[in-house]
């Protein structure tokens, strides 16, 4: 009976270990563990799969308590994930100093979550970037989160005398000089700089230029919205299509005109360049859809054929292109695996340099005179000075207001507007007196030339 009993036990040993390296399979393949029933999904179809060179698990399958119950597969992953956290904690606390990275959102019940990644460098002086959970919090207030923090470093048992970083987003709970989250730290840890995700910065910059000027916020909004038409209507991919085909412009296809980022400004660059290159190909397509019917994709194409018709449009677009062009650039160095500190600030310095060579008279000429001859090939409406407005007779004795002598003059003035925009928001988001990057600066200097400041 002991020995029968013992090879049982092997038996339930090894199939039970089985068990844990299918969903170890499965889990770091990102593939789907559960079915619409215990039999269909693909962790059950991997244990007989299995089963089928392991006879001994096939039997043990047919067993009443066989743990390949959801329950059991959540306690299984959630041993892995402790498993997984406790190796990277034991990495940093090997290492020392480290920085820690938060971001927030609500998920669909609308409960706040936070994410927490933890940021070293190991022994061969590579950086590590690790996700180590994500955690509910009843409030968003910068109390709270910093209690998350505490509470979290607590946990993992990493010393708050060793943080060295925080990175959060430019909300004044996260990033107040006085009650902020990072302020809060910093009171028990003043050697926790604070740094806003420079990525994320030269998005802020093109998203607050873009809202300042008008020109170039409805020229984008218009190219979003032909992206969502060409998105939903089948009909009018295939006219898209069918007019690309007759144009034998081979180059275009209609997934190269999609609606744009909400949220990261500079991924917009391809749609708005397709849209300039193909802007005939854009008219003709609008045309012929406004013209099949009375559905909403009609109506809609046909609202869209009359901003498009307008030289205003195009013109805010080409205005648009060169700027994103550059700060989209400017966003792939800062996350570069090998960018510095000083390297990155120094590229800030060229593109804003850059930036403002573009604040001038001649600069905005040429776009000018671009736009009106396109808008000629294209047969768009002209560019005009919009109708001037009478005051009221009881403000006739008032100073007139400047009217512009001509469209040029009219267009230009929200030009240098949108280019100062974005100048001065380089300048003033990459501030060295706003972050802990200046300190950075005298330590990245202090370590490449070995000159202790």
Same mark, same amino acid.
């Given at each position: 009976?002991?020995t029968l009993k013992l090879k049982?036990?092997?038996?339930?040993?090894?199939?039970?270990?089985?068990?844990?390296?299918?969903?170890?399979?499965?889990?770091?393949?990102?593939?789907?563990?559960?079915?619409?029933?215990?039999?269909?999904?693909?962790?059950?179809?991997?244990?007989?799969?299995?089963?089928?060179?392991?006879?001994?698990?096939?039997?043990?399958?047919?067993?009443?308590?066989?743990?390949?119950?959801?329950?059991?597969?959540?306690?299984?992953?959630?041993?892995?994930?402790?498993?997984?956290?406790?190796?990277?904690?034991?990495?940093?606390?090997?290492?020392?100093?480290?920085?820690?990275?938060?971001?927030?959102?609500?998920?669909?019940?609308?409960?706040?979550?936070?994410?927490?990644?933890?940021?070293?460098?190991?022994?061969?002086?590579?950086?590590?970037?690790?996700?180590?959970?994500?955690?509910?919090?009843?409030?968003?207030?910068?109390?709270?989160?910093?209690?998350?923090?505490?509470?979290?470093?607590?946990?993992?048992?990493?010393?708050?005398?060793?943080?060295?970083?925080?990175?959060?987003?430019?909300?004044?709970?996260?990033?107040?000089?006085?009650?902020?989250?990072?302020?809060?730290?910093?009171?028990?840890?003043?050697?926790?700089?604070?740094?806003?995700?420079?990525?994320?910065?030269?998005?802020?910059?093109?998203?607050?230029?873009?809202?300042?000027?008008?020109?170039?916020?409805?020229?984008?909004?218009?190219?979003?919205?032909?992206? /969502? &038409?060409?998105?939903? +209507?089948?009909?009018?991919?295939? #006219?898209?299509?069918?007019?690309?085909? =007759?144009? $034998? *412009?081979?180059?275009?296809?209609?997934?190269?005109?999609?609606?744009?980022?909400?949220?990261?400004?500079?991924?917009?660059?391809?749609?708005?360049?397709?849209?300039?290159?193909?802007?005939?190909?854009?008219?003709?397509?609008?045309?012929?859809?406004?013209?099949?019917?009375?559905?909403?994709?009609?109506?809609?194409?046909?609202?869209?054929?009359?901003?498009?018709?307008?030289?205003?449009?195009?013109?805010?677009?080409?205005?648009?292109?060169?700027?994103?062009?550059?700060?989209?650039?400017?966003?792939? /160095? &800062?996350?570069?695996? +090998?960018?510095?500190?000083?390297? #990155?600030?120094?590229?800030?310095?060229? =593109?804003? $340099? *850059?930036?403002?060579?573009?604040?001038?008279?001649?600069?905005?000429?040429?776009?000018?005179?671009?736009?009106?001859?396109?808008?000629?090939?294209?047969?768009?409406?002209?560019?005009?000075?919009?109708?001037?407005?009478?005051?009221?007779?009881?403000?006739?004795?008032?100073?007139?207001?400047?009217?512009?002598?001509?469209?040029?003059?009219?267009?230009?003035?929200?030009?240098?507007?949108?280019?100062?925009?974005?100048?001065?928001?380089?300048?003033?988001?990459?501030?060295?007196?706003?972050?802990?990057?200046?300190?950075?600066?005298?330590?990245?200097?202090?370590?490449?030339?070995?000159?202790v400041i």
């Amino acid at each position: 009976m002991n020995t029968l009993k013992l090879k049982e036990q092997e038996i339930s040993r090894n199939s039970l270990l089985k068990l844990f390296t299918t969903i170890r399979y499965l889990l770091r393949q990102g593939s789907a563990i559960r079915g619409h029933d215990e039999t269909s999904g693909n962790y059950f179809q991997l244990l007989k799969l299995r089963s089928e060179d392991h006879p001994n698990l096939g039997m043990y399958l047919k067993r009443t308590t066989n743990y390949i119950s959801p329950r059991g597969q959540e306690e299984m992953m959630e041993m892995f994930s402790h498993c997984i956290v406790r190796e990277v904690v034991s990495d940093i606390q090997k290492h020392g100093c480290f920085a820690i990275i938060v971001d927030g959102t609500q998920d669909v019940s609308g409960r706040e979550q936070e994410s927490i990644c933890l940021r070293h460098v190991n022994s061969d002086l590579h950086v590590r970037e690790d996700f180590v959970g994500i955690y509910e919090i009843p409030t968003t207030t910068s109390e709270s989160i910093a209690g998350m923090v505490f509470d979290v470093l607590t946990r993992f048992a990493l010393p708050l005398s060793n943080l060295r970083a925080q990175t959060y987003d430019g909300a004044a709970n996260m990033s107040g000089h006085y009650t902020g989250c990072q302020a809060r730290v910093r009171q028990c840890q003043p050697l926790a700089l604070y740094f806003h995700c420079t990525s994320h910065i030269s998005n802020l910059v093109m998203q607050n230029a873009v809202i300042s000027s008008q020109l170039v916020r409805n020229a984008l909004q218009w190219t979003n919205e032909l992206g /969502v &038409l060409m998105n939903r +209507s089948g009909k009018y991919r295939a #006219m898209f299509r069918a007019i690309c085909v =007759s144009n $034998e *412009s081979e180059s275009l296809h209609p997934s190269a005109i999609k609606p744009l980022c909400t949220t990261r400004r500079l991924c917009r660059l391809p749609a708005i360049q397709s849209a300039l290159d193909n802007y005939s190909t854009i008219l003709l397509s609008l045309k012929e859809m406004a013209d099949v019917g009375v559905t909403e994709s009609a109506t809609k194409a046909n609202g869209l054929l009359d901003r498009f018709q307008k030289g205003e449009t195009l013109l805010g677009l080409m205005i648009a292109a060169r700027p994103v062009a550059l700060l989209e650039q400017l966003n792939s /160095v &800062l996350q570069a695996k +090998s960018a510095t500190v000083s390297g #990155m600030l120094e590229t800030v310095k060229i =593109s804003t $340099e *850059s930036i403002r060579a573009w604040y001038s008279d001649e600069v905005f000429h040429e776009i000018f005179i671009a736009a009106e001859e396109k808008g000629k090939t294209y047969q768009l409406d002209p560019l005009e000075i919009p109708r001037r407005r009478c005051p009221p007779k009881r403000y006739a004795d008032q100073v007139a207001r400047d009217q512009p002598a001509n469209p040029e003059e009219h267009y230009k003035k929200q030009y240098l507007e949108f280019i100062d925009a974005v100048s001065k928001g380089l300048s003033d988001r990459y501030d060295l007196s706003k972050s802990g990057l200046a300190q950075y600066v005298k330590l990245e200097n202090m370590l490449t030339s070995g000159k202790v400041i």
